[in-house]
């Protein structure tokens, strides 16, 4: 493993601790070089489909991106990393349950925007106006209407 720090390959693995579910294992590291510690996490490698983009194009399944899109959404709420990736875990491992090869990124794109909608209505508000690409205000108004509505039945 290449240190942050430094860039030097030879580490030692000073703690290693299974993430919650067992699905993740956290290593603590020391780089041998320069002494600094840091973290590093492992988890099985498993086959993910791949997205076809509503322009055709096709790109594999990446976690990352689900992640960077939940954290713009999220960013200045009161939502904590840790229910970031557990977001993001739950739209991965369900992903995969699909059992498909290919996946439509609009399918994806739901997933998120139902993890996103139980967890903090700013933040599905934010996502939905940039995945369902709002062209203007009344359709932004439309959804924040279905919103209220929603709330009010509750």
């Given at each position: 493993?290449?240190?942050?720090?430094?860039?030097?390959?030879?580490?030692?693995?000073?703690?290693?601790?299974?993430?919650?579910?067992?699905?993740?294992?956290?290593?603590?590291?020391?780089?041998?070089?320069?002494?600094?510690?840091y973290t590093t996490y492992e988890r099985v490698e498993e086959s993910l489909p791949v997205v076809v983009k509503k322009d055709g194009r096709r790109e594999s399944f990446d976690r990352a991106k689900i992640l960077a899109?939940?954290?713009?959404?999220?960013?200045?709420?009161?939502?904590?990393?840790?229910?970031?990736?557990?977001?993001?875990?739950?739209?991965?491992?369900?992903?995969?349950?699909?059992?498909?090869?290919?996946?439509?990124?609009?399918?994806?794109?739901?997933?998120?925007?139902?993890?996103?909608?139980?967890?903090?209505?700013?933040?599905?508000?934010?996502?939905?106006?940039?995945?369902?690409?709002?062209?203007?205000?009344?359709?932004?108004?439309?959804?924040?209407?279905?919103?209220?509505?929603?709330?009010?039945?509750?």
């Amino acid at each position: 493993m290449k240190c942050p720090f430094c860039d030097e390959i030879e580490d030692k693995v000073v703690d290693s601790r299974m993430g919650k579910e067992g699905e993740v294992i956290r290593r603590r590291r020391e780089c041998l070089a320069c002494k600094r510690r840091y973290t590093t996490y492992e988890r099985v490698e498993e086959s993910l489909p791949v997205v076809v983009k509503k322009d055709g194009r096709r790109e594999s399944f990446d976690r990352a991106k689900i992640l960077a899109g939940l954290k713009k959404a999220c960013e200045k709420r009161p939502i904590s990393i840790a229910t970031i990736e557990a977001v993001a875990d739950r739209i991965e491992k369900r992903v995969q349950e699909m059992g498909e090869t290919e996946i439509q990124s609009r399918t994806v794109g739901e997933e998120v925007m139902r993890e996103l909608h139980q967890l903090d209505q700013i933040a599905y508000v934010r996502f939905a106006s940039v995945y369902r690409e709002f062209k203007d205000i009344d359709q932004f108004m439309d959804e924040l209407k279905a919103l209220a509505r929603e709330r009010q039945e509750k």
